[in-house]
């Protein structure tokens, strides 16, 4: 009788052992998961160094080939030195266009690039918001498929537009926000009628009250800066 009372708590011991180490395996596991899902959602950031203050983004994963190129860019010192050439209050400051490099005032601004396209990455929940980064690009005339320009950009300031205009470009595009869309645009701002027109690849997460401050400035009749506004690059993860 002892020794099957001895041997029941012997099993009982060893199934309790194999239960916490099971549970301890599935919560180191889940940790892990957790850390890799964090590391896949988090993409590289870039500073952006202007003469009127510091511009932190972070470029999406789920855009790589926008992604890739705009780090190649800035490995490469593509972007040093070159303006925000073009900037519209409640709207968007743009730049990357090499041709603004040392460009006299007045000189018109906006069509070069580095040579090349990059394909549209139009990614759902990737939207026009407050503070998204997004490609310029030729309109769909001469350009169909939406391609993104090879390194011109611009950066959201946008307004806060209310959900019967939301529902008028609903109407008007055949389009439908999300309720996660409506919220952004509705409470924080955006610019709703470019979304799935021009692909989205990063948001700034740090220095927006630095676009607002650019976008604010006086511009000539073609929306450039009377002060010119340059940016130097530098990958900071």
Same mark, same amino acid.
């Given at each position: ?133 997004? @490609?310029?690009? $030729?309109? &769909?005339?001469? =350009?169909?498929?939406? %391609? ?6 611009? /950066? *959201? ?57 650019? @976008?604010?400035? $006086?511009? &000539?009749?073609? =929306?450039?800066?009377? %002060? ?6 530098? /990958? *900071?993860?």
């Amino acid at each position: 009788m002892k020794k099957n009372v001895f041997f029941t708590a012997l099993l009982l011991g060893f199934f309790c052992s194999c239960g916490l180490s099971t549970a301890n395996n599935q919560a180191e596991e889940a940790r892990e998961t957790k850390t890799e899902t964090k590391v896949k959602e988090s993409g590289p950031r870039v500073l952006l160094a202007t003469s009127h203050g510091d511009i932190t983004i972070e470029l999406y994963n789920e855009t790589p080939l926008h992604r890739d190129n705009f780090l190649k860019l800035v490995e490469e010192g593509f972007y040093d030195g070159t303006l925000f050439h073009r900037v519209i209050k409640d709207f968007m400051i743009q730049g990357g266009d090499p041709h603004s490099r040392d460009a006299e005032p007045g000189e018109r601004l906006g069509v070069g690039g580095p040579g090349y396209t990059i394909p549209a990455e139009f990614v759902k929940g990737k939207f026009h918001h407050k503070g998204a980064i997004a @490609a310029a690009r $030729q309109g &769909d005339q001469i =350009n169909p498929r939406k %391609e993104s320009s090879g390194s011109q950009f611009y /950066i *959201v300031q946008g307004r806060v537009v209310p959900s019967q205009e939301l529902d008028m470009i609903e109407q008007r595009a055949g389009k439908t926000f999300s309720n996660e869309q409506r919220l952004a645009y509705t409470t924080k701002g955006g610019v709703p009628h470019l979304d799935d027109e021009y692909t989205v690849f990063g948001r700034v997460i740090k220095g927006m009250e630095v676009i607002d401050r650019i @976008a604010s400035m $006086q511009t &000539d009749g073609a =929306n450039r800066p009377l %002060e010119d506004v340059s940016v130097t690059m530098t /990958i *900071v993860r």
